[in-house]
C-alpha cells in the first residue's frame, strides 16, 4: 500500500500520510507524490479543498525520515539527502502559494518535516491532542522546512525559544506563535472533514471551532524575552537564563546545555537572519544552504545516532562547548553554495 492515501469527497480532496508505524515520517518518494497530487488538484475544478492527515492514532507527522539521512551523512556523499530537502523545500512553498484552501489536521505528533507540510497551509488545525515542535538541535541539526521562518515571526522571543530548545507545544501556544489557525476537539475531526464534502471551509469551521484548553508560552513571555531578547550569542541567553529567578528559566539553561553547541551557535544566527529576510522563499533557500552544510559535521551523524538509532539519548557532540565554536564556524553554515543553490527566491 501507498505512503501517500488519495482520495476524494465531494469537493474535498484527501492526502493521507500513512506510514503509521513511523509517525508517518516523510521519505523522498512521500514528497514527490504530494507535490504531483496538488499539481493534479489544482488544476481540477471539482476540487475546492485539499485536506492533509496522518494515519494512525499517534500524529499527522514525526518529521522527515533521519535515519536515511544519517545513513547518508556516514555512509554517502550527502547527495540523497541533498536532493530529498530540495524537493521538500520546494513542496513547502507550494504549499505556502497553494492557491486552494490547504486544511492540515495538525492533530498529534507535528514535529521537524510534518511542521513543513502543515503549519505553510491556509488552514491549520490543532487539538488538544497536538504535540508541535522543532526539535532539530537535540539531533545536532537546525530547523529547517522554513520552521525558522515561522519561529522568526512568533511574537517577542517565542520562537527563538522553541527553535534553542526545541520544546513542545500544544494547542493553544501554536496558536498563539503563529503555527495553527483554529483549535477543534480530536472527537470533531471526523465530522469536521466530513462537511468539507460539501461545504466551504469558513462555514464548516464556523460548526466545529472551539476555544483551545490554556497554554503555558503567555504566562512566560516574560523571563523568555527578559533572557533572549537582545542577546547577541548563546552564551549570553545561558547566562541570563541561569541568573534569572524564575524556575522555569533556569531548567531551560540545563536543556539548553544538553543541546548540539554548534546547532544552537546556527539556529540562533538562522532565526535572527530569517527575520531580516522576510519571504519564505529567501528563507528556505537559507536553510538549504545550513542543511547542506550539516551533512560534513560530526554532530548530525551522531545526534541521530543517539536518539534514534542506539536510542542511548548521549550524543557526544564535537566541538563539546559552545566557547569552541567560533564565529568562522558558524558563517560557513551560510556560505552560498553556487550551482548547486536552492533557486527558490528570485535574484536580482
Not at 479543498?49 to 536515511?68: H, K, M, N, P, Q
Not at 494547542?171 to 477543534?184: I, M, S, T
Not at 554548534?262 to 540562533?268: G, I, M, P, Q, R
Amino acid at each position: 500500500m501507498s505512503d501517500v492515501l488519495l482520495h476524494t469527497a465531494g469537493r474535498a480532496a484527501h492526502l493521507t500520510l500513512n506510514r503509521p508505524r513511523a509517525i508517518n515520517a516523510l521519505s523522498h518518494a512521500m514528497v514527490l507524490r504530494i507535490a504531483e497530487a496538488l499539481t493534479a488538484w489544482e488544476h481540477d475544478p471539482t476540487v475546492g479543498t485539499v485536506v492533509i492527515s496522518g494515519a494512525g492514532e499517534r500524529g499527522l507527522c514525526a518529521g522527515g525520515d533521519i535515519r536515511a539521512v544519517h545513513d547518508d551523512a556516514r555512509d554517502g556523499d550527502g547527495t540523497a539527502s541533498a536532493a530529498f530537502w530540495r524537493d521538500e523545500y520546494h513542496l513547502n512553498a507550494r504549499i505556502a502559494r497553494y492557491p486552494k484552501p490547504y486544511v492540515a489536521l495538525m492533530d498529534g505528533i507535528v514535529m521537524g518535516g510534518g511542521v513543513g507540510v502543515s503549519a505553510h497551509g491556509s488552514v491549520r488545525i490543532a487539538t488538544e491532542r497536538s504535540r508541535i515542535a522543532m526539535p532539530e538541535t537535540g539531533i545536532g541539526f537546525v530547523p529547517d522546512v522554513g520552521g525558522t521562518h515561522l519561529l522568526a515571526r512568533a511574537p517577542g522571543e517565542l520562537g527563538t525559544h522553541l527553535a534553542l530548545t526545541g520544546a513542545t507545544i500544544g494547542a493553544a501556544d501554536a496558536l498563539l506563535c503563529g503555527l495553527a489557525d483554529h483549535h477543534l476537539p480530536s472527537g470533531a475531526l471526523p465530522a469536521f472533514v466530513a462537511d468539507l464534502a460539501d461545504l466551504p471551509v469558513p462555514e464548516a469551521l464556523a460548526r466545529h471551532v472551539q476555544q483551545a484548553p490554556e497554554g503555558e508560552l503567555d504566562g512566560q513571555r516574560a523571563w523568555i524575552d527578559a533572557c533572549y531578547g537582545g542577546a547577541d550569542t548563546v552564551e549570553e541567553i545561558l547566562h541570563r537564563l541561569l541568573a534569572h529567578g524564575d524556575p522555569a528559566a533556569k531548567e531551560t539553561a540545563q536543556t539548553l546545555l544538553t543541546r548540539s553547541p554548534t546547532a544552537l551557535k546556527v539556529t540562533l544566527e538562522a532565526v535572527r537572519r530569517a527575520r531580516r529576510l522576510g519571504s519564505l522563499e529567501r528563507v528556505l533557500d537559507q536553510e538549504y544552504r545550513v542543511s547542506c552544510a550539516t551533512l560534513a559535521t560530526h554532530d548530525l551523524v551522531e545526534g541521530i545516532r543517539a536518539q534514534v538509532v542506539d536510542k542511548d539519548r548521549d550524543p557526544h557532540w564535537s566541538p563539546a562547548t559552545l566557547a569552541e565554536v567560533s564565529d568562522a564556524d558558524v558563517d560557513r553554515f551560510f556560505a552560498p553554495l553556487g550551482a548547486r543553490e536552492l533557486g527558490l527566491a528570485p535574484t536580482g
